[in-house]
């Protein structure tokens, strides 16, 4: 069976600090990768995706990027936290570029900066 | 670009009252994917059901939903809500023309009282 670990559980930030998010898949080889960003109240918004190792798409800019350094780990990243990235940020997959994208979401990072 | 419109915000209904959620959505391609998925309190979002095929009724968990091509509906049912019922609900549109992307909709609170 398939299993997505995505860590920290909790990161309580600074203003300007830099910051890094993982996900790790098992048990399932290349898979297609995932971020969401989901703020409080707010529904869920796509920052990227990646269907193989080495190549990550921009969804939507918000001085983040993402990584995808091994075929099962996705990370998020960036050099300069700002107030508005604060929320819940998920990891998804799914099995299959073509077909109905259906996702798998991690536990996910609730990210608080201060 | 691709859109979804559903019913938002807070939900409040009786245990024992039938369920309804609307989803309607705007997309360029013929054959869209459209997914509900739910989230409950201090949980990721999981996936409640889907369907890409039109006029045909999809059922899980108690809750059924009907892709309507001709009025780009998808609306969430359930015949009688139970406390469990509450949650985070989002209706979800999948752009296969251009590949993993899939576009929430801003999502309802559901409360289900006794």
């Known amino acids: 069976a398939q299993t997505i670990h995505q860590w920290p559980v909790a990161e309580i930030k600074a203003v300007g600090s830099p910051l890094s998010l993982g996900c790790t898949i098992k048990?399932?080889?290349?898979?297609?990768l995932y971020w969401y960003w989901q703020a409080t109240g707010g529904t869920l918004q796509q920052l990227f995706y990646?269907?193989?190792?080495?190549?990550v798409e921009s969804v939507v800019q918000l001085n983040l990027s993402a990584s995808r350094p091994k075929d099962d780990q996705f990370i998020l990243s960036t050099e300069k936290l700002l107030l508005s990235h604060s929320g819940f940020y998920l990891c998804?997959?799914?099995?299959?570029?073509?077909?109905?994208?259906?996702?798998?979401f991690g536990s996910g990072t609730r990210l608080t900066v201060l | 670009g691709d859109s979804v419109t559903q019913t938002e915000g807070l939900v409040t209904l009786t245990e024992g009252l039938p369920v309804m959620l609307n989803c309607t959505y705007q997309?360029?391609?013929?054959?869209?994917?459209l997914f509900w998925y739910v989230q409950h309190l201090n949980e990721s979002p999981r996936l409640l059901l889907k369907?890409?095929?039109?006029?045909k009724r999809t059922e899980h968990q108690g809750f059924h939903a009907t892709l309507h091509k001709s009025s780009s509906s998808f609306h969430l049912q359930k015949s009688s809500a139970q406390l469990s019922d509450s949650a985070l609900y989002y209706c979800?549109?999948?752009?296969?023309?251009?590949?993993?992307?899939?576009?929430f909709g801003k999502g309802a609170k559901l409360t289900v009282s006794p």
């Open positions: 998804a997959w799914s099995p299959d570029w073509a077909s109905a994208e259906t996702l798998y």
């Open positions: 048990g399932k080889s290349s898979p297609n």
């Open positions: 990646s269907i193989t190792v080495g190549q």
């Open positions: 997309t360029i391609y013929s054959n869209p994917f």
């Open positions: 369907s890409f095929t039109d006029n």
């Open positions: 979800a549109l999948s752009d296969r023309g251009t590949g993993s992307k899939l576009s």
